[in-house]
């Protein structure tokens, strides 16, 4: 295989992933034949989400809005409190039991705690999201910054380069694939901390739609729903992807030609 048709099956292989699932779930349905309610078939689905879809976009843009607001500022905390631990061994040794402890709390549990002093709405969707994706920012950049060989800081520091020039032209861009990878995880895990705090205390959002539509029996929609989620983080995580590989394409391991390009 050429590498032009190596990069053409990469590019088509999600999608053909994509259409064997809906294959093998709507031959499942015709196999089994289930109540609606129970498990819709895809045609089902691909109805409601027409039949609703005016509304749907309100609660997905509802949705992404406070995800992205949320996963920003865990970028930013994130990635700030990672330097801070990675610039040191013993503020490591220190903070990071710490962070261990505060993403071990099951993030459905602090949500009342957040509607007392946030209220309902967006101020406990975004303060979720950003508690699930800063953790991993965090910690992943920590992690890159302690990567960087003592021998060539001290190689550095001995052609004296301070500690900031160490910082800023070798330890943070030996950690941004590090910060990048992790961004592809936080940002998934946004979605997941923002659709729970919708569920419980939010009048708007694809979480609250998804309750609604359960009370009432309407299965289909809320596969619509899940569909909707599940296409935002995918977009979300391939923008991550499209911009890692822009900014750390150096780090990527380029693919070797076959010999004779087969």
């Known amino acids: 295989m050429t590498p032009k048709q190596q990069r053409l099956a990469e590019k088509a292989a999600p999608w053909v992933v994509i259409a064997g699932l809906l294959t093998l779930w709507q031959a499942a349905i015709l196999i089994f034949n289930p109540k609606p309610f129970i498990l819709p078939s ?29 996963f920003a500022i865990g970028i930013v905390v994130g990635g700030l409190l990672g330097i801070f631990i990675g610039m040191s061994r013993l503020i490591y040794a220190g903070f990071y039991p710490l962070l261990i402890g505060i993403n071990s709390v099951p993030k459905a549990a602090v949500v009342p705690v957040l509607v007392i002093w946030l209220g309902i ?32 800081e001290d190689v550095l520091r001995s052609l004296g380069a301070s500690k900031f020039d160490v910082l800023t032209k070798i330890s943070l861009p030996r950690s941004l694939p590090y910060f990048f990878a992790s961004l592809k995880v936080a940002v998934t895990l946004a979605f ?11 009048n708007d959002g694809i979480g609250y739609m998804m309750l ?3 009370s009432q029996f309407r299965t289909p929609l809320m596969f619509a729903g899940l569909i909707v989620i599940a296409a935002m983080g995918i977009g979300t995580y391939l923008v991550c992807a499209f911009i890692e590989v822009r900014m750390t394409g150096w780090s990527v391991r380029k693919p070797t030609p076959s010999v004779g390009g087969g």
């Open 121 to 152: 709405g967006s101020p406990p969707a975004i303060a979720t999201a950003f508690l699930l994706s800063f953790f991993p920012i965090a910690v992943n950049v920590a992690a890159g910054l302690a990567t960087v060989e003592p021998e060539l």
């Open 212 to 214: 609604q539509a359960a």
């Open 192 to 202: 997941v901390g923002t659709v729970i705090s919708e569920t419980l205390a939010s």
């Open 42 to 70: 895809p045609l089902l689905v691909y109805h409601s989400f027409l039949a609703y879809r005016e509304p749907i976009m309100e609660h997905a843009i509802f949705t992404l809005t406070n995800t992205l607001i949320g």
